[in-house]
């Protein structure tokens, strides 16, 4: 009996400047009990170290791409169109995942074979989790708990839905998930708590 290939998980990171965040959030990733992910870096030219950092970590399966990019949506559409997954998981690089995250993300997707696996996460003392509620109240978090951390989308979902909008800087994420959830996408929600997400990025 052949075994089943194991869906393959990237986790991606559009970085500028951020040598300060970035120890924390590739100790989270040294320390999943699952390490068979692929860790895709869009960086817009750092000037601040964080290349030299990134480039000296030779004990995860890294890609790094540095380039002039138009800010963060056009640095993760640079990461998930590089990346090998079947699936993706955005982590900003003040974040971090809590151990084990990764082996769960990984067995809600092998169960459910969702288009995305929602869980929760960590903001300050606050529990993220999804509203289940009416959409015009509250917009993408009515279907998911967060994008970043919180959030395992279908990479393919990005054939019939397109990438992130480079229109709104600080959005884009919302318009893909509320897009996304009007196709009548498959959501699986577990209740795991994946991370904890940093209070300093653009989106605080």
């Not at 860790?39 to 290349?51: E, Q």
């Not at 169109?81 to 974040?95: H, N």
């Not at 480079?166 to 708590?193: G, S």
């Amino acid at each position: 009996m052949v075994k089943e290939k194991k869906v393959d998980i990237s986790i991606i990171t559009a970085t500028y400047n951020a040598v300060e965040h970035l120890p924390k959030l590739i100790d989270s990733l040294r320390n999943q009990t699952d390490k068979n992910f692929q860790w895709v870096v869009a960086d817009g030219l750092s000037t601040d170290g964080s290349l030299d950092l990134l480039e000296s970590v030779d004990d995860l399966d890294l890609v790094i791409s540095s380039q002039s990019d138009f800010g963060i949506y056009d640095a993760l559409n640079r990461a998930i169109k590089i990346s090998s997954g079947d699936y993706y998981i955005v982590c900003g690089a003040d974040d971090f995942f809590y151990e084990g995250a990764i082996d769960k993300f990984r067995n809600a997707i092998e169960y459910s074979k969702a288009d995305i696996i929602v869980a929760r996460a960590k903001y300050g003392d606050k529990t993220l989790t999804p509203q289940n509620s009416a959409p015009w109240l509250w917009g993408h978090l009515s279907h998911i708990s967060a994008h970043t951390l919180a959030s395992a989308f279908k990479k393919n979902l990005h054939d019939s839905i397109g990438f992130y909008s480079r229109k709104y800087p600080i959005a884009a994420d919302q318009l893909f998930v509320m897009q996304a959830c009007q196709e009548n996408v498959v959501r699986y929600e577990v209740e795991f708590i994946s991370g904890e997400i940093g209070r300093d990025g653009v989106s605080s």
